[in-house]
């Protein structure tokens, strides 16, 4: 392998997404981890822990998912930007301090790479079935950001968007994966650092008599500071105020949670990532992500075979979802075909957005194997009808 001096890999690869996963984690600039083994994710800290002493980092393996989901943020309010990795029911122990992540707006990133559920479920097999924990797991009222990738190459270029994305917004943001995306090797191209975009931490220029920790900019995200540099600052679960002291007040609570939710607007109504084409002329829009995507772009090209017009629409940002797009598009098409790895979780949110003016059709999986191209095809061929 060769790395440039600040440690990304260059050139043209062969990798599994796990590993592509990681390697995004180092070009954005990530020099801390925290993890506990679980299958099918633990190869993306397994190489972590090989590489991060090349660049200067750490890897701590943690005695649990909620000891490590904790630590990342530490490690954040320290300085550094962090992640942790995680699958199945070590998603499910994380989830109270993903609530605390978005609460004290620490940007972090969490990767889940999906495998079959509930409970212990399938380890080695892969599902789509935590789209909805992703976004709603964690109790109460708050925002997040859900990337999911179809391949390697967006495994590795979606997780330097993702560690941005957190950067700028202030969020804690969810790498979907799946088992088959996840463990899937193919050609991955590595550009010179340079070349990478990375967004930098949002840290304050206000010297500390001026400075508040969560007092919002005029894009309703707050700058930053960390520990040592001479600011002092207070940071809780609890609802808190500008200053970050506890305020136990509905005043404060409604203030505090819109803005949560408020200073994402700008992503989910402009800014969200899909991959779309035949959409132009479409009577069929097929709404899939993730290893399911790759499955329905042969069910579209079946249809498009036999002269029905399908269209692909790929949520790339899973969440916030691109409402505004789903609801563009149930003015113009007959209906919606929405493949996913589960009984029915995104489709959901395509039934909200199209409001009835047009037919939506889930063509569900329990997980464990992919979709058989033909059963989508069957569903295009019906909703076309």
């Known amino acids: 392998m060769h790395a440039d001096p600040k440690g990304v890999l260059t050139g043209v690869h062969f990798l599994d997404g796990d590993h592509a996963c990681c390697e995004g984690t180092l070009a954005a600039g990530a020099r801390f981890a925290a993890g506990y083994p679980i299958t ?7 190489r972590f822990a090989s590489r991060i002493p090349t660049v200067g980092g750490i890897f701590i393996q943690m005695e649990d998912e909620l000891a490590a989901s904790i630590a990342i943020q530490g490690a954040v ?47 080695t097999l892969p599902a789509q079935a935590d789209m909805m924990q992703a976004r709603w797991g964690s109790h109460g009222d708050y925002g997040i950001i859900a990337l999911c990738p179809n391949s390697p190459q ?31 090797t193919e050609k991955v191209i590595i550009p010179p650092a ?14 500390p008599a001026e400075y508040h920790p969560f007092e919002p900019g005029e894009d309703l995200v707050p700058e930053m500071v960390k520990a040592g540099d001479g600011y002092r600052f207070h940071v809780t ?21 819109r803005r949560l939710l408020d200073k994402l607007k700008p992503f989910s109504n402009g800014r969200a990532i899909c991959d779309t084409a035949d959409l132009e002329d479409a009577e069929v ?9 790759r499955v329905a772009q042969r069910a579209i090209e079946l249809a498009r075979t036999r002269g029905i017009r ?49 037919k939506v059709i889930p063509v569900s999986h329990a997980g464990g194997t992919v979709h058989d191209p033909e059963v989508i095809l069957k569903a295009i061929v019906e909703a076309a009808k």
């Not at 099918?40 to 397994?46: D, F, I, L, N, Q």
């Not at 122990?93 to 479920?121: D, K, W």
């Not at 340079?194 to 010297?207: F, N």
């Not at 679960?237 to 949670?257: C, F, I, K, N």
Request: a negative charge; hydrophobic letters at 40%; one cysteine or more.
């Open 310 to 358: 399908a269209g692909k629409f790929r949520l790339i940002s899973a969440w916030p979802f691109p409402e505004q797009h789903i609801a563009a598009l149930a003015g113009r098409v007959k209906a919606f075909v929405v493949p996913e790895l589960n009984l029915g979780q995104m489709v959901h949110e395509v039934e909200r957005a199209a409001a009835g003016r047009a």
């Open 77 to 123: 309010w320290g300085g550094a930007k962090a992640f942790t990795v995680t699958s199945g029911p070590g998603f499910s122990l994380m989830m109270e301090h993903i609530g605390y992540a978005a609460i004290t707006e620490t940007p972090c990133v969490f990767v889940n790479v999906q495998r079959g559920g509930p409970s212990t479920g399938l380890p």
């Open 154 to 184: 967006e495994c590795f270029d979606l997780t330097i968007t993702g560690f941005n994305l957190a950067e700028e917004f202030r969020v804690p943001v969810m790498m979907m994966l799946d088992e088959c995306v996840g463990h899937m």
């Open 237 to 257: 679960g609890l609802t808190h105020d500008e200053r970050g002291y506890p305020s136990m007040d509905v005043a404060t609570q409604d203030r505090l949670v």
């Open 40 to 46: 099918p994710s633990t190869e993306v800290v397994e």
């Open 285 to 293: 829009a097929v709404v899939s992500y993730g290893i399911t995507s």
């Open 194 to 207: 340079d070349q990478i975009e990375v967004s930098p931490r949002r840290y304050t220029h206000k010297p």
